[in-house]
């Protein structure tokens, strides 16, 4: 029974040798435009929130007193993009209210670039923004006084050590060490803030639903404004995606199912005298299987080893990885493509009547 | 009674659709070939010959009528058992020669063979190739063959099983006159040595001497 089923598939595999090329050749083609233009395009997604963000790009923030049970309850919430912990406090900067923030010592989101200077890397240092020292004259060296917003203390001295950028979306909250906040506010009284950045897809009152949920005290407020226009264009985006993936999907099912009509067709009468002499429908259909299944493995295979080398000459970014994570994903909706039509093209064959199939034209 | 016949039609009727028009293929056919009895179809293109061998053979269904092969009723049998059972019964050789073009003239004759899980299908194929004067060539493919010898392949492939019917639909239709002979000959030879029972539908007189009964059609009709 194998060794006929084998044959009947090397029968499959080699009765149209260039249309069976062809079929390779466009699974391959529409499996690495699908790979490469969804992963471009996500990444695309991705850039285009990033630029909808200012330079406070979270959504949420959530006092607390934090410890690795609660941040993991946080982090698995369904939505979240971005955590981190953040020290900061309220001060009063000249005439202004400002908020000082404790440099982040975990991966940020805040885009913290320097136009000048380095920066604060002792109690008494501090950076400041651009428009903080244009605003007041203030240069690299200078010694400012800050004063806490939130208790009765003396004014206390700080050096600037550096100037952050003026560039959009550089971060415009002066920054010092951690030691630097507590000679503001002692150490007990310093509240770490989580600052949390959603997706861009998730509803932000159901994720605030979740948060209070967790219960443990925590106080959330939510950052409303920037958020629904970056979901906005980002289900523009995703729309995008999904229409131009679709489209390939369609494109791809269609030409396999052409390629596969005529080679079905070109052994239609072979087909015929098979059923005539009692090969059973479904052994006819599984070396069909077997062959989608084949032309889809080589193209997995080579888009694998090739795609990486083709996203760098087209000038992709993507990363290795990424790439590849995306062509793991994708194959299983290809090869579902692949199957459906092959599916589609055999049943048209095989529950076609015998003599229909001897005819010349049908 | 229907037992005692290989094959047996009783009041088959068939009707096609041409467009929106009817048109009668068969017309309250009876017919019986016996075991070992080699019958053969004649009539003019399109008196219904081909559609009454696919109607007997298991292919097409009648509109009217029953088709019993060795006392069992074929139509009433569901796709998977009817399909075994050709495999079982029936043999078939038609006008092309239809062999898979990818494989060898041993591996196409094998095929029944396999279909029916037989232990021995390279001995068997063999020696049915040898039989028919390919004993030299199991291991060419068709393309390397001649037409005679193609026909000779599917002959082979048609009786390698020992069936109880063969079904043969014009088998020299797409041979000259030389190889025609040789063929007929064989398909006599061999339907005898198996006592097989075997239906023959032909336009061509030239071979009836060869047949044990000749039957006449014309317009859907047994003459």
Same mark, same amino acid.
């Given at each position: 029974?194998?060794?006929?089923?084998?044959?009947?598939?090397?029968?499959?595999?080699?009765?149209?040798?260039?249309?069976?090329?062809?079929?390779?050749?466009?699974?391959?083609?529409?499996?690495?435009?699908?790979?490469?233009?969804?992963?471009? =395009?996500?990444?695309?997604?991705?850039?285009?929130?990033?630029?909808?963000?200012?330079?406070?790009?979270?959504?949420?923030?959530?006092?607390?007193?934090?410890?690795?049970?609660?941040?993991?309850?946080?982090?698995? =919430?369904?939505? =979240?993009?971005?955590?981190?912990?953040?020290?900061?406090?309220?001060?009063?900067?000249?005439?202004?209210?400002?908020?000082?923030?404790?440099?982040?010592?975990?991966?940020?989101?805040?885009?913290?670039?320097?136009?000048?200077?380095?920066?604060?890397?002792?109690?008494?240092?501090?950076?400041?923004?651009?428009?903080?020292?244009?605003?007041?004259?203030?240069?690299?060296?200078?010694?400012?006084?800050?004063?806490?917003?939130?208790?009765?203390?003396?004014?206390?001295?700080?050096?600037?050590?550096?100037?952050?950028?003026?560039?959009?979306?550089?971060?415009?909250?002066?920054?010092?060490?951690?030691?630097?906040?507590?000679?503001?506010?002692?150490?007990?009284?310093?509240?770490?803030?989580?600052?949390?950045?959603?997706?861009?897809?998730?509803?932000?009152?159901?994720?605030?639903?979740?948060?209070?949920?967790?219960?443990?005290?925590?106080?959330?407020?939510?950052?409303?404004?920037?958020?629904?226009?970056?979901?906005?264009?980002?289900?523009?985006?995703?729309?995008?995606?999904?229409?131009?993936?679709?489209?390939?999907?369609?494109?791809?099912?269609?030409?396999?199912?052409?390629?596969?009509?005529?080679?079905?067709?070109?052994?239609?009468?072979?087909?015929?005298?098979?059923?005539?002499?009692?090969?059973?429908?479904?052994?006819?259909?599984?070396?069909?299987?077997?062959?989608?299944?084949?032309?889809?493995?080589?193209?997995?295979?080579?888009?694998?080893?090739?795609?990486?080398?083709?996203?760098?000459?087209?000038?992709?970014?993507?990363?290795?990885?990424?790439?590849?994570?995306?062509?793991?994903?994708?194959?299983?909706?290809?090869?579902?493509?692949?199957?459906?039509?092959?599916?589609?093209?055999?049943?048209?064959?095989?529950?076609?009547?015998?003599?229909?199939?001897?005819?010349?034209?049908? | 009674?229907?037992?005692?016949?290989?094959?047996?039609?009783?009041?088959?009727?068939?009707?096609?659709?041409?467009?929106?028009?009817?048109?009668?293929?068969?017309?309250?056919?009876?017919?019986?070939?016996?075991?070992?009895?080699?019958?053969?179809?004649?009539?003019?293109?399109?008196?219904?010959?081909?559609?009454?061998?696919?109607?007997?053979?298991?292919?097409?269904?009648?509109?009217?009528?029953?088709?019993?092969?060795?006392?069992?009723?074929?139509?009433?049998?569901?796709?998977?058992?009817?399909?075994?059972?050709?495999?079982?019964?029936?043999?078939?050789?038609?006008?092309?020669?239809?062999?898979?073009?990818?494989?060898?003239?041993?591996?196409?004759?094998?095929?029944?063979?396999?279909?029916?899980?037989?232990?021995?299908?390279?001995?068997?194929?063999?020696?049915?190739?040898?039989?028919?004067?390919?004993?030299?060539?199991?291991?060419?493919?068709?393309?390397?063959?001649?037409?005679?010898?193609?026909?000779?392949?599917?002959?082979?492939?048609?009786?390698?099983?020992?069936?109880?019917?063969?079904?043969?639909?014009?088998?020299?239709?797409?041979?000259?006159?030389?190889?025609?002979?040789?063929?007929?000959?064989?398909?006599?030879?061999?339907?005898?040595?198996?006592?097989?029972?075997?239906?023959?539908?032909?336009?061509?007189?030239?071979?009836?001497?060869?047949?044990?009964?000749?039957?006449?059609?014309?317009?859907?009709?047994?003459?």
């Amino acid at each position: 029974m194998m060794s006929l089923m084998l044959r009947l598939f090397q029968w499959n595999m080699l009765r149209s040798r260039v249309q069976l090329v062809i079929m390779a050749l466009a699974v391959l083609g529409s499996l690495s435009s699908y790979v490469l233009l969804g992963t471009a =395009l996500s990444e695309m997604s991705v850039q285009v929130m990033d630029a909808m963000r200012s330079e406070w790009p979270y959504d949420f923030e959530v006092q607390g007193w934090f410890d690795q049970d609660l941040e993991d309850q946080i982090t698995t =919430l369904p939505g =979240l993009n971005h955590i981190e912990i953040v020290t900061m406090t309220d001060i009063f900067f000249y005439s202004e209210s400002l908020r000082l923030l404790a440099i982040p010592e975990q991966e940020t989101a805040l885009v913290m670039e320097l136009q000048e200077g380095t920066m604060a890397s002792t109690a008494d240092e501090i950076v400041i923004p651009a428009a903080l020292a244009q605003g007041y004259g203030i240069r690299v060296g200078d010694v400012i006084s800050i004063q806490s917003s939130k208790t009765v203390n003396q004014p206390v001295p700080f050096t600037v050590s550096g100037i952050l950028s003026g560039k959009k979306g550089v971060l415009l909250h002066p920054l010092s060490s951690y030691e630097g906040l507590t000679r503001l506010v002692s150490a007990d009284r310093l509240t770490p803030s989580a600052l949390l950045q959603l997706d861009g897809r998730t509803n932000l009152l159901s994720f605030q639903k979740n948060l209070e949920n967790i219960g443990r005290g925590l106080v959330i407020k939510a950052i409303a404004e920037e958020y629904s226009d970056a979901q906005a264009n980002l289900t523009l985006s995703d729309s995008l995606v999904t229409g131009l993936r679709g489209l390939i999907l369609a494109i791809t099912a269609l030409s396999l199912a052409v390629l596969l009509y005529m080679t079905q067709r070109s052994g239609s009468y072979q087909v015929g005298v098979l059923r005539a002499i009692g090969l059973p429908r479904p052994w006819l259909l599984l070396p069909a299987f077997m062959q989608t299944l084949l032309i889809f493995i080589f193209g997995y295979g080579t888009a694998y080893l090739s795609l990486p080398a083709i996203a760098t000459a087209i000038g992709l970014e993507s990363n290795r990885v990424a790439l590849l994570q995306h062509l793991s994903g994708d194959i299983w909706i290809f090869l579902g493509v692949g199957l459906f039509s092959t599916l589609v093209v055999q049943i048209q064959f095989l529950f076609t009547s015998v003599p229909r199939l001897f005819k010349e034209a049908w | 009674m229907e037992q005692a016949n290989a094959v047996m039609g009783k009041g088959i009727s068939r009707t096609f659709l041409m467009g929106e028009t009817p048109v009668r293929a068969l017309h309250q056919i009876n017919i019986t070939v016996d075991a070992g009895e080699l019958v053969m179809l004649l009539g003019p293109s399109g008196s219904g010959k081909t559609t009454l061998l696919y109607t007997l053979s298991g292919l097409e269904k009648p509109d009217q009528g029953e088709v019993w092969v060795d006392g069992v009723s074929i139509y009433t049998l569901n796709d998977w058992k009817l399909s075994k059972f050709r495999s079982q019964c029936f043999g078939f050789v038609f006008q092309s020669f239809n062999l898979l073009p990818t494989l060898s003239a041993l591996e196409n004759v094998q095929i029944p063979l396999r279909l029916l899980g037989s232990k021995q299908p390279v001995k068997q194929a063999t020696e049915i190739l040898t039989r028919v004067g390919l004993g030299e060539r199991i291991h060419h493919k068709p393309g390397q063959l001649s037409g005679g010898e193609q026909q000779r392949v599917a002959v082979a492939r048609a009786l390698v099983a020992k069936p109880r019917i063969v079904f043969a639909d014009e088998p020299t239709g797409n041979l000259d006159s030389h190889t025609s002979q040789e063929i007929m000959a064989l398909i006599r030879e061999l339907v005898s040595e198996n006592n097989s029972a075997c239906l023959m539908v032909t336009h061509n007189q030239e071979f009836s001497s060869l047949a044990d009964r000749i039957l006449h059609m014309r317009d859907g009709e047994l003459l």
